[in-house]
């Protein structure tokens, strides 16, 4: 794969893996243009200093809302999407936004946590990770979430 100019060796690692996991034509291009469009040459700069992990998440979101069924699904009302209504999504965004806001306010959280604070971020931190993993391996797979339904989703709501 031709990579573009900076591009962070966490995420050309992602790259090259992504190139045989994913069968849709649609992914791989995707894929292509984030790895070798020189458009993104100006984003790979802005966060080389990321660590790995935060890199891989920036390259998994971008992967994820570059393509064309999740930005038919963010058309919708919230009421009628298919992805970002599923239970993964849901859960990781809720518990990612619970740990954040005990980091945010730790001493009035230790205050009525029945246990200690430190305790539970971790475990927070996980859970929406895996949560995450899942629903991007669900969106991800042929047979998961990008069979078309958000397409014909989106059909039925005249968009």
């Known amino acids: 794969m031709k990579f573009c100019k900076n591009v962070p060796l966490a995420a050309k690692r992602m790259f090259a893996g992504f190139e045989s996991q994913f069968s849709v034509a649609e992914i791989k291009r995707i894929v292509t243009a984030l790895a070798s469009d020189e458009r993104m040459e100006t984003v790979w700069p802005a966060i080389q200093n990321w660590n790995d992990s935060q890199i891989e998440h920036f390259v998994r979101l971008a992967l994820l809302f570059a393509d064309p069924n999740i930005l038919t699904d963010l058309t919708l009302p919230p009421e009628q999407r298919l992805y970002l209504s599923k239970g993964p999504y849901?859960?990781?965004?809720?518990?990612?936004?619970?740990?954040?806001?005990?980091?945010?306010?730790?001493?009035?959280?230790?205050?009525?946590?029945?246990?200690?604070?430190?305790?539970?971020?971790?475990?927070?931190?996980?859970?929406?990770?895996?949560?995450?993993?899942?629903?991007?391996?669900?969106?991800?797979?042929?047979?998961?979430?990008?069979?078309?339904?958000?397409?014909?989703?989106?059909?039925?709501?005249?968009?």
């Open 90 to 159: 849901s859960l990781q965004i809720t518990a990612e936004q619970f740990a954040e806001a005990i980091e945010a306010n730790r001493a009035e959280a230790a205050m009525f946590w029945p246990g200690i604070v430190e305790d539970i971020l971790p475990k927070l931190h996980a859970f929406s990770k895996q949560q995450y993993d899942y629903g991007f391996g669900l969106w991800s797979s042929p047979t998961g979430l990008r069979s078309g339904t958000i397409a014909v989703r989106a059909e039925e709501s005249n968009l």
